[in-house]
């Protein structure tokens, strides 16, 4: 699924920085509203996968991300 979410992000061309960094919160509470179980490991991962690749995510992004979520039923 990391692997298909960094596919994705390349593919949007989304610039994600340091700011998306404090929005991992937000993406964890969107993850578990939406009935999603999430684990600390799997957010610790996003945020190195996001570092390295050097994205910077918005608001938009984390909306997009939780269609994909739901699309693919993560």
Same mark, same amino acid.
Do not use: N, P
């Given at each position: 699924?990391?692997? =298909?979410? +960094? @596919? ?5 061309? *989304?610039?994600?920085?340091? #700011? ?5 919160? =937000? /993406? #964890?509470?969107?993850?578990? @509203? $939406?009935e *999603?179980? +999430?684990? !600390? #490991?799997? %957010?610790? =991962?996003? !945020?190195? &996968?996001?570092? @390295?690749?050097?994205?910077? +995510?918005? !608001? #938009?992004? %984390?909306? =997009? /991300?939780?269609? &994909? /979520?739901q $699309? $693919?039923?993560?």
């Amino acid at each position: 699924m990391m692997e =298909d979410l +960094v @596919r994705i992000l390349q593919r949007k061309e *989304y610039q994600v920085g340091v #700011a998306m960094m404090g929005k991992m919160d =937000d /993406l #964890a509470m969107i993850l578990q @509203r $939406k009935e *999603y179980q +999430v684990g !600390v #490991a799997m %957010m610790e =991962d996003l !945020v190195m &996968i996001l570092q @390295r690749k050097e994205y910077q +995510v918005g !608001v #938009a992004m %984390m909306k =997009d /991300l939780v269609m &994909i /979520l739901q $699309k $693919k039923e993560y």
